[in-house]
């Protein structure tokens, strides 16, 4: 069973929204926080070149610290 606390078709701004600490996550990968918060994780990732699982799993990592 997973504790994952989102999906990827949640937008990157919800996210933020909900757990501020992912905003260093997106950053460190690169994916566009301002113009592009609206795109869902899946979507940003495929849009900035970055590997969705990598992303999933340094998100899971941030919320999970913060907590």
């Avoid at 606390?5 to 937008?11: A, G, I």
């Avoid at 979507?43 to 907590?67: P, Q, T």
Wanted: negative net charge; proline residues 1%; hydrophobic residues 50%.
């Amino acid at each position: 069973m997973t504790d994952q606390v989102f999906t990827v078709e949640d937008t990157v701004d919800t996210l933020m929204a909900r757990h501020p600490a992912t905003m260093a996550v997106f950053n460190a990968f690169g994916v566009d926080t301002c113009c592009g918060a609206h795109s869902s994780v899946r979507e940003a990732s495929a849009r900035d070149g970055v590997d969705e699982a990598a992303l999933v799993a340094a998100l899971d990592r941030a919320i999970a610290e913060a907590r």
